[in-house]
């Protein structure tokens, strides 16, 4: 496989806006190659897309691979003895890892979520004390539901851990809150962020040479779902040494426009932006328009792993296509569809009761729902390049939804 390692460099440029919108068209120039946007970043957790081959990765034009820092922590020296994330996953492009945050204060403490959340008559009680990872000043302390030991992630261990694993790109340490933190709490844990960013920043400067190529760092907003607090630490991450910014938080679906809005608005425009965690098409195309370049999400692996499929008239469930004769997509361009798979054949390999029938079809779905969101997002490019950003957007909405599951 080509080695895609061609400069030592991080720069950001921009090619094309959307006319009254923070949106662009651009190009991140990264040591192991360029990433047009905006582009789709498939989470290969460990190093690895499930079920996906890197060749396969190749096949349908993905750009770059996020992994995570928190589940590679303890393989990071070998990583970066076998000379960093690219070389040693075998993908050889442009690669992010995530600084652990996330994981240590909800997957880290055994839950599904940051808080422990305790229900009385119906009401979410998410006093602080509850946590079951314990936030300080230095760091965070949790319990490690895979090796059943107690560990502590800061951020200098996160900038560390990172630095080791080597990706082209890294995100500050950052306490995320939950929709059900209150303000009280956001406002004391946004000066947590701010204080543990500029810990990141210093720390990374030490080690983000170490592997013979340059490691780039983003900062990641917090502020929940208020403006003064998203546009207040948008403004002092701009005066802050990073090369880009991860826009962080628990969104709501009605509000994610508006606060993307709120901190784009402050940040600076010549610094990509990547969204963290999401990648439905709707969130694609608004995040695009308020100045997102980058988008990272495990939805549609873990969607396509459940049956739930995507086309361009909205997304369905393989579980009622029994023995059906249609491809998944008209002029779909994914391997899956190129090789005449109908949704009936691939129902059959997904209810086989074969491993190695559900391996081929998490294999054959993966590839299909993965290369649908890297081809919308490869047509907003286009569009936006071509000044029909809008009428792109409102075609493809208006196809996708407002339909319910078939």
Known sequence: ????????????????????????????????GDIKTPAFMSVGTKGEVKFVSMEDLYLIQAQAMLSNGYHLRNASFEIAENGGLASWSGWNGPTLTDSGGFQVMSLGSGMGKVVSMKRENDVINTDPKDR??????????????????????????????QCRIGADIHMA???????????EYNVEALARTERWAIRSINEHKKHCDDLGYHQSLYGVL???????????TAKRFAEMDFDGYGLGGAFLKESLGDILRWCCEELPETKPRHLLGLSHPDDILIGTEMGADTFDCVAPTREARHGKLY??????????????????????????????????ELRALWKSG???????????????????????????????????????????LKCYYPQSEK
């Open 311 to 344: 086309t361009k008239h909205g997304p369905i469930k393989l579980s009622k296509f029994t023995d059906s004769p249609l491809l998944l997509d008209e002029n779909c361009d994914c391997p899956t569809c190129q090789a005449g798979w109908t949704r009936g």
């Open 173 to 183: 340490y950052d306490e995320l809150t939950s929709l059900a933190d209150s303000y």
């Open 132 to 161: 079951l990872a314990h936030v300080t000043e230095d760091g965070v302390r949790f319990h490690d539901p895979f090796t059943d030991q107690e560990d502590f992630i800061g951020p200098e261990e996160s900038m560390q851990i």
């Open 354 to 396: 074969s491993t190695e029938g559900k391996h081929k079809y998490f294999n054959l779905a993966t590839l299909h729902n993965l290369r649908f969101i890297i081809r919308l997002t490869e047509n907003t490019r286009q569009a936006i390049l071509e000044d029909r950003f809008a009428e792109f957007k409102e075609a493809f």
């Open 222 to 232: 917090q502020g929940g779902r208020w403006e003064d607090l998203r546009r207040s």
């Open 1 to 32: 496989m080509t080695n895609y390692k061609n400069n030592n460099t991080f720069s950001f440029e921009i090619i094309k806006r959307i006319p009254g919108k923070l949106g662009r068209a651009g190009i991140i120039h990264t040591p192991h």
